[in-house]
């Protein structure tokens, strides 16, 4: 190659000079073309990330959440009152998160882990990303641990694994809440960490839930986040996600947690879109062996109109969850509480996540009171019924009553067994109904109290032996020659 003079460069470099046209990018900066109800679409920020932060000029911060070919939707952090057209936004460069810890224990957050309960500053010095992935196939092991709510009516019939996602569905106003910290306090001594999440609710109905686990001495062990119904919508749609991310930190420690949502319906109304909760119940999983067999249990609570379970939210849920409790506003008003309609309930788990006392003693129930619902409404419509069909219709009856409880009083397993026990077995027969309630109240104190060893066994064990099953015979015997 010849060498060239030093008039030929300069005349070169001119002319590369004059054929250059600047790109000029938008890169780490964009502008707010719309706003309202919490989002904002923003021209610009070509290199943002799903889930950045990105921080506006009031300082004011969002979540980069749909990157679109022209254009980016960011959910705000805020109110967004003095964001307008035309606002610069930049690039943080961090994905959002919050910061996680054994600090958190027994106290109150917002939507963003920010201490609102007046006890101070939580001090911790890990961070988790709000949006994390679930774990993968050969993160996980099959649910058999069971997580007992001391509900006779679940435990019995719908059991509920450690790792399981099982939906509470129903009606307003039928029970759902009460049936989740029910759960929350039955894991008291039992080494699970709980986070209630409540989104969109009242702050009075949080603060009854609040008081109600710090009478029990359930807070020591759960933590609440609350998005109440006069917060932005973003952080209601937020608070799930919060939600989960702390009981992640305690999942991957390898500790089994229970996160209750309650509801989606106020989630999704928030923020409708289809996959919002897909992503977020997947994160729940029993872990396997090399992670360290922590769990995140999810209980969502789904609210239906009129009992449509064909409707959008629910249909959604109930695709993505792995059964459903359903609450019936029928039974409720009847009397039946917890008002749970064992026919269309079900757990896909099953008696994996089952103890082998419950299992043993807890097979024919479901049946029975199956079979005792058909008989009566067959029986409404009969003037004449024969003897058996009478004695079924009466050992029915007496077996529901079983499964009335009140609120805020779970049963231990060995409790629960003994109750099935001397229903299905015939005890209960020569009762009237009313009496039924008090006669098992009566019952179980007598068996702690006179026979300790029975429950001793079944907790130590978790199995029915037949040496429980001798004891458990002859304190019925004494008992109700007593009564």
Do not use: W
């Not at 035309?86 to 810890?101: D, F, L």
């Not at 309960?117 to 050969?138: H, N, Q, Y």
């Amino acid at each position: 190659m010849a060498m060239r003079t030093p008039e030929e460069l300069s005349n070169l470099i001119k002319e590369l000079i004059e054929q250059y046209t600047p790109e000029v990018k938008m890169v780490d900066f964009g502008i707010v073309f719309q706003v309202g109800d919490g989002i904002a679409r923003i021209y610009g920020l070509e290199r943002a990330m799903s889930g950045e932060l990105l921080e506006f000029e009031d300082s004011s911060l969002g979540i980069a959440l749909n990157l679109e070919a022209n254009n980016v939707g960011a959910v705000l952090l805020s109110d967004g009152l003095k964001i307008t057209e035309g606002s610069r936004v930049r690039c943080t460069g961090k994905i959002a998160e919050i910061p996680v810890g054994e600090a958190y224990l027994g106290r109150v957050v917002n939507a963003l882990a920010q201490p609102v309960d007046g006890k101070g500053s939580i001090s911790t010095t890990e961070t988790r990303a709000i949006e994390s992935l679930a774990p993968g196939i050969v993160a996980r092991r099959s649910v058999y641990e069971p997580l007992q709510t001391g509900l006779v009516a679940v435990d019995a019939m719908i059991p509920i694994g450690r790792g399981q996602r099982e939906l509470i569905i129903g009606d307003r106003q039928t029970g759902k809440t009460a049936i989740a910290v029910d759960t929350i306090l039955n894991q008291k001594g039992k080494g699970v960490i709980c986070v209630y999440v409540a989104i969109g609710q009242k702050a009075s109905s949080v603060a009854q839930v609040l008081n109600t686990l710090k009478e029990r001495g359930a807070l020591d062990y759960t933590i609440i986040v609350m998005a109440n119904a006069n917060e932005p919508a973003t952080l209601q749609y937020l608070a799930p996600y919060t939600g989960a991310t702390i009981a992640e930190f305690f999942m991957y420690t390898g500790r089994p947690t229970l996160t209750i949502y309650d509801d989606l319906s106020k989630q999704a109304q928030a923020y409708h879109v289809f996959y919002l909760h897909s992503r977020l119940l997947e994160r729940a999983a029993k872990l396997s062996n090399a992670l360290g067999e922590g769990s995140m249990t999810a209980l969502p609570i789904v609210e239906t109109q009129e009992g449509d379970v064909s409707a959008y939210i629910p249909t959604n849920v109930i695709s993505i969850t792995d059964g459903q409790i359903f609450l019936s506003a029928g039974l409720f008003n009847s009397g039946l509480r917890p008002a749970i309609n064992v026919g269309i309930s079900v757990s896909r788990v099953g008696s994996a996540a089952q103890p082998k006392a419950m299992k043993k003693i807890a097979g024919t129930l479901k049946l029975s009171l199956a079979q005792f619902a058909e008989l009566e409404a067959f029986a409404q419509f009969a003037s004449d019924l024969d003897q058996a069909t009478q004695n079924q219709l009466a050992r029915g009856a007496r077996l529901r009553e079983i499964l009335k409880q009140d609120q805020n009083s779970p049963l231990s397993l060995a409790e629960m067994v003994s109750s099935i026990y001397v229903g299905t077995n015939g005890y209960l027969d020569s009762l009237a109904v009313s009496d039924v309630r008090g006669f098992l109240k009566g019952f179980r104190a007598y068996l702690a109290s006179d026979y300790s060893r029975f429950g001793t066994i079944v907790a130590e064990t978790n199995a029915f032996s037949d040496e429980a099953e001798s004891i458990l015979k002859e304190a019925i015997t004494t008992y109700k020659a007593t009564v």
